[in-house]
Structures are given as C-alpha cells and as structure tokens.
Nanobody
Framework: QVQLVESGGGSVQAGGSLRLSCAASGELTPSYCMGWFRQALGKEREPVRI???????????YVADSVKGRFTISQDNAKKTVHLQMSSLKPEDTAIYYCAADHNSGKCRPGGTLSVDFDYWGQGTQVTVSS
C-alpha cells in the first residue's frame, strides 16, 4: 500500500506562483507512475503533469496543453516526493489538485496513451487563483 499526502495549496492572485508537494509512504516499485491531476468545480478530473520512473530515472510522461510553459514537475525518487511548481497562475487553474501514483509504469509510458485509473491518490489540496 502507498499513501500520498499533498501540501502547499492555497490562494494566490493571477500571475502568482505556488509549489505543491506530495510525499509518498509505503513501498514503491522500481518502475512507477507519479504525478498530478486536478478537478475544478463542476468538471471532470484531468491529468496535469505525470512522471514515468524506471530504475530511478524519471521522464515526462504527460503535460497538459493548458499548463505547458507554466507548470513544472520535479521528483526526488530517494525521498519518494514529487513537486509541482506552478507559475503564471490563471483563474482557470483554480481546482483541487491531487497527487497520484501507480506501480504499473505502463499506464504512463512516454509516447503512449495515458491511463488515468491510478491506484493511489492523495486527499487533494485546494488551489484558488483570483483575478
């Protein structure tokens, strides 16, 4: 079992920045998917940035078009943490952000089709961007 705990959400004005963090406890296999989803009020949950890790090396598996050039993901595999650095925030970025992970690295293979049914999810952290 893997437990994920997010932190770092909050309120910010448009154009500002926030950094979300996610700490994983429990056993992660050498190959896995880990990253961030978000769900805005009245909308479906969507992937934001997902990393694909094999043997301790992490590659970008998915980047939402809406966050390209603004959000970056970083991962410390030894500490089992992943961060989402969000810059140039817009009101439409307002959502609950979820950290998620899955032991099946095939679900997020770079160049493949992302499967969003990850096995492990955090409780979510609210990000609110005001105009």
């Amino acid at each position: 079992q893997v437990q994920l705990v997010e932190s770092g959400g909050g309120s910010v004005q448009a154009g500002g920045s926030l950094r979300l963090s996610c700490a994983a406890s429990g056993e992660l296999t050498p190959s896995y998917c880990m990253g961030w989803f978000r769900q805005a009020l009245g909308k479906e949950r969507e992937p934001v940035r997902i990393g694909h890790t094999v043997g301790g090396v992490t590659d970008d598996a998915y980047v939402a078009d809406s966050v390209k050039g603004r959000f970056t993901i970083s991962q410390d595999n030894a500490k089992k943490t992943v961060h989402l650095q969000m810059s140039s925030l817009k009101p439409e970025d307002t959502a609950i952000y979820y950290c998620a992970a899955d032991h099946n690295s095939g679900k997020c293979r770079p160049g493949g089709t992302l499967s969003v049914d990850f096995d492990y999810w955090g409780q979510g952290t609210q990000v609110t961007v005001s105009s």
